[in-house]
C-alpha cells in the first residue's frame, strides 16, 4: 500500500501534502556522497523495498539498460567479468576488477547500496543518475536481482520471487479482472444458473509440476482472478466447485488421487487469499471424464485439466 501511495505522488495522482513529480523525471536524492552516507544508504528504509512490481516488460526494460550501461563493466551475467576486463577482448587495459554482483554479499546486500552507487558512484565508477531515470534505476536493480537469483538457482520473475523479501511479483497482485475476460463472462452468464447445470470453465492457465500437486508460480495470474471475482460484492454468495482431472497414462487410483489433490491444491491457494472454505468444494474425476482421446500428447494435455462450476 505503501509503494502504491509513493507511486501516485509521483505520478502527480494526489496533492496530500507532497510535491508531484513525473515518473520518469528528476526525483529528489537528498543522501549525501559522503561514507555516512553510503552507510545510511545501504540501510535505508526508503530505499530498501523496490517500489515497482516485477514484471516482463519492467525486467525486459532493465537487461538493456543493464547491457547499455552496467554490462561492459560487470557483465552480461553480472559475475565481473564484462568487456572491459575480459580477456577475448585484445585491447583490454583497464586494470581495476569490476564488482561481482554474484557473491553473497552483493545478493543479501539491500537495494540501497544499488541505489547509491546509481546516484554517486562507487570507486572508479562514474554515476549515472543523470543517464537513468527513476524508474529505469529500479528496473536495473531488478535486473542486477534475477542475474543473482538466476546464478543461485532461485526465482525473481513476474511471478515469483525466492531471492529475497525486497520486491513483489506482479502476479501476488490482485487486480481488477476485465469484463471481457472469459473468467468474467462465464461469472456473469452463470450464476443465475447455478443449481440447475454445472457449467464448467477451464482454466487453462493453472500448472501444476509434473506427477504433484505443487502449483507453479504462474498459476496466480489465473487463480488471482477467481479471487477477485469471489471478492465482489453482487457475487458474494457464489460457491465454487473445484474439479482436477488427468489424462489416462498410469494407475487409476493414482490418478484419481493426484487430480483430487490438485483440485484441493487450487482450494487451498484460493483459501490463503481470503476465499471461506465454506465458499468452496473440490473434488477430482482422475481418467473418468476425458475430453478428447489418450493417443497423441495434444489429446492427453487437453484431458489434463482443472476447471470450476458455480454450484450456487
Known amino acids: 500500500k505503501d509503494q502504491a501511495a509513493t507511486l501516485k505522488v509521483l505520478n502527480g495522482e494526489t496533492t496530500t501534502n507532497a510535491i508531484a513529480v513525473p515518473i520518469n523525471g528528476q526525483v529528489p536524492y537528498d543522501i549525501p556522497n559522503t561514507e555516512e552516507g553510503r552507510l545510511y544508504a545501504y540501510e535505508a528504509a526508503e530505499l530498501t523495498n523496490n517500489p515497482y512490481l516485477i514484471t516482463e516488460d519492467g525486467l525486459q526494460r532493465g537487461e538493456e539498460l543493464y547491457n547499455i550501461y552496467c554490462g561492459i563493466c560487470h557483465g552480461e551475467k553480472g559475475d565481473g567479468n564484462g568487456w572491459l576486463v575480459d580477456e577475448k577482448n585484445r585491447n583490454v587495459k583497464y586494470l581495476a576488477q569490476p564488482t561481482s554482483y554474484l557473491t553473497d554479499d552483493l545478493v543479501n546486500a539491500k537495494n540501497g547500496r544499488y541505489m547509491h552507487a546509481i546516484m554517486h558512484g562507487k570507486g572508479v565508477m562514474g554515476h549515472y543518475r543523470d543517464k537513468l531515470s527513476y524508474e529505469e534505476r529500479w528496473q536495473v536493480i531488478h535486473w542486477i536481482r ?12 513476474q511471478y515469483e520471487n525466492t531471492l529475497n523479501a525486497w520486491a513483489t511479483p506482479s502476479a501476488d497482485v490482485i487486480s481488477e479482472v476485465s469484463q471481457k475476460d472469459n473468467i468474467y463472462k462465464h461469472f456473469k452468464a452463470n450464476v443465475k444458473a447455478a443449481g440447475d447445470k454445472e457449467i464448467d470453465f477451464r482454466l487453462n492457465e493453472v500448472y501444476f509440476d509434473t506427477g504433484s500437486a505443487n502449483l507453479k508460480a504462474k498459476s496466480k495470474v489465473e487463480l488471482n482472478k477467481l479471487v477477485y ?63 478428447a482421446g489418450n493417443i497423441t500428447e495434444t489429446d492427453k494435455a487437453l484431458n489434463r485439466r482443472t476447471e470450476f462450476a458455480i454450484i450456487k
Open 146 to 157: 534475477a542475474l543473482q537469483a538466476k546464478d543461485k538457482k532461485l526465482a525473481y520473475d
Open 229 to 291: 471475482l469471489l471478492g465482489l460484492e453482487k457475487y458474494q454468495d457464489v460457491r465454487l466447485k473445484l474439479k482436477g482431472h488427468t489424462d489416462a497414462d498410469g494407475d487409476d487410483e493414482a490418478n484419481m488421487a493426484l487430480s483430487d489433490a490438485r483440485a484441493n491444491s487450487v482450494k487451498s491457494y484460493l483459501m490463503a487469499k481470503g476465499i471461506t472454505s465454506n465458499r468452496l468444494e473440490a473434488v477430482g474425476f482422475g481418467e473418468t471424464m476425458p475430453v
